[in-house]
């Protein structure tokens, strides 16, 4: 196996993560990865030896993902709130035993899908990720003030959705 490759593959839990947030479904996560890994050793020549592998490597995750994974979103069954009927968290860390936590953290998930999801992949790349914002703008294909607006947009709305939080 190639140095390129060896590098690659040191990225498969973050971008398997990044796909279980994109998909909701395992199988279709396990899809988007191997799709991914193909396309990103099919053109490996187009890679910049330097530069962000990591960011590479999920923007073509996302490239992917919008171009054939939307379409079954979309016929994904909405439940009465609205909300798609996913059955697999959004942050693999949910807390376990305290029910006020968990419900918090499902409202927490609730009002993250209801963001667009630029604001939803930003959040999750910067804030869970970790990913620093010029990584974030790479894999967004958009410049940082933009990434640092969405961020700021999305807190916002979350902000609105979660309001009843502040009373208690």
């Known amino acids: 196996m190639g140095e390129f490759s060896q590098d690659c593959l040191t990225h498969l839990d973050a971008l398997y993560n990044f796909a279980m947030y994109l998909t909701r479904k395992p199988p279709e996560a396990d899809d988007l990865v191997q799709e991914t890994y193909l396309r990103a050793f099919r053109f490996s020549h187009r890679f ?49 035993e305290d029910s006020r936590a968990m419900e918090a953290h499902t409202d927490l998930e609730r009002a993250m899908r209801r963001l667009p999801e630029e604001f939803r992949t930003v959040l999750l790349l910067a804030e869970v ?22 961020i700021f947009r999305a807190k916002e709305r979350l902000r609105g959705l979660l309001r009843d939080y502040e009373k208690q």
């Open 129 to 150: 990720e970790g990913m620093p914002l010029e990584e974030v703008a790479r894999v967004m294909a958009c410049p940082v003030g933009t990434v640092k607006s969405r």
């Open 48 to 96: 910049q030896p330097g530069t962000h592998l990591r960011a590479w490597l999920f923007q073509i995750m996302r490239n992917t993902f919008l171009t054939f994974y939307r379409l079954r979103e979309r016929e994904t069954a909405i439940a009465e709130d609205g909300v798609p009927d996913w059955d697999v968290p959004m942050f693999h860390d949910a807390p376990d």
